[in-house]
């Protein structure tokens, strides 16, 4: 590249004095990467300038969009799916729900819940209660073996 | 009657008017919807980006100084969202370029390597869409940033005061990427050509 081709964009933007003007066309009458590049942005830019831009008046709507009260965490939720849709999903949840609920099994008590509620009885209890908490690491393991 | 100002507008606006921010939408729309078609080029999601920028800049309306002009504001919060958009979504320009025969391609480079008014040039007489496509194909390949600082200094003719406010950054960055954009075009604009043997009759 000379370095007269680090004009070409003052050149374009028109902000060559007239002598810096005339100068630079002096090289691009010898230079064919500037001419290449110059003819090239004048061709694209004008095809750019002929495409149609298509509008449609939407003020109305948008309007009425930002005045909109702002959506709950349920109506976002609800707007993603159909109506049958999302009544399907709810009822699914529900069916889910309950036979998760009678599952056999389901709601057994594990031997750290278990554990936990003999604490709080020996802390508001008896001195037997007292001796047991000293010794909870014990209890836990012997709780667990059981479950197991 | 004088139809009010747009400070006065936003005043309405803010205190709960719907009427005038609609008025606002209407006094700026047409030139949102140049910059999201001339920077993100013709698609069927250009309405649902005309209504986001709107709304972006309602949501900001109580920032917005009123000491400078409204209609740069919202150039700006346009140029940024498609910037984010470019940034996000793959665009379909180059393969609607690659979808077209070779011998087409081939004519489309040469009558844009051509001298305006020579042959069928790009003067406007050949294939108008033709030259659109080259152009969007050609564009989709800029950096986001480039390709918007380009669209508003060349096509939408704003000086580098006004670019540099719409993009957000200094006048001299601004030129560095119109710059930046115009080499980077010819480059590829060259590689399109030879890719399709048209490179040794583009002189």
Not at chain 2, 137 to 149: E, I, S, T, V
Not at chain 2, 170 to 198: D, I, M, N, P
């Amino acid at each position: 590249m000379k370095r007269a081709c680090a004009l070409l964009d003052r050149y374009r933007d028109g902000e060559l004095d007239d002598a810096g003007r005339e100068s630079f066309e002096r090289h691009l009458a010898g230079c064919g990467e500037c001419r290449a590049r110059l003819r090239l942005l004048d061709n694209l830019v004008r095809a750019l300038k002929m495409e149609p831009v298509r509008t449609v008046d939407l003020s109305a709507r948008i309007a009425r969009r930002a005045f909109a009260p702002a959506p709950t965490w349920y109506t976002l939720v609800a707007s993603c799916f159909p109506p049958r849709l999302a009544l399907a999903a709810a009822a699914l949840g529900v069916l889910l729900f309950v036979f998760a609920w009678f599952l056999p099994g389901s709601r057994t008590v594990s031997a750290y819940t278990e554990y936990e509620k003999l604490l709080n009885e020996a802390e508001a209890s008896n001195l037997a209660g007292r001796l047991l908490v000293q010794n909870d690491s014990e209890l836990l393991l012997q709780l667990i073996s059981q479950e197991e | 009657m004088m139809d009010p100002s747009d400070s006065e507008l936003i005043e309405r606006t803010l205190k709960g008017d719907e009427g005038a921010f609609a008025e606002l939408v209407r006094r700026y729309q047409s030139a949102v919807w140049g910059t999201v078609h001339r920077v993100l080029g013709y698609s069927s999601e250009n309405e649902d980006a005309v209504q986001e920028v709107f709304l972006r800049a309602y949501a900001a309306l109580r920032r917005f100084d009123h000491r400078y002009p409204f209609g740069p504001w919202v150039t700006r919060i346009a140029t940024n969202y498609c910037i984010d958009q470019l940034r996000r979504k793959r665009s379909r320009k180059v393969q609607l370029w690659s979808e077209l025969r070779e011998h087409e391609q081939e004519r489309l480079l040469r009558d844009l390597s051509m001298e305006r008014g020579s042959a069928e040039g790009a003067s406007g007489t050949g294939d108008p869409e033709g030259y659109v496509r080259v152009a969007r194909a050609l564009l989709d390949g800029l950096n986001p940033k480039y390709r918007a600082a380009f669209i508003l200094r060349e096509v939408d003719d704003k000086d580098y005061s006004e670019v540099a406010a719409a993009l957000g950054t200094s006048e001299v960055t601004a030129r560095v990427r119109v710059s930046r954009a115009r080499a980077e075009l010819q480059r590829k604009f060259r590689a399109y050509l030879s890719s399709c043997g048209a490179g040794e009759r583009e002189r």
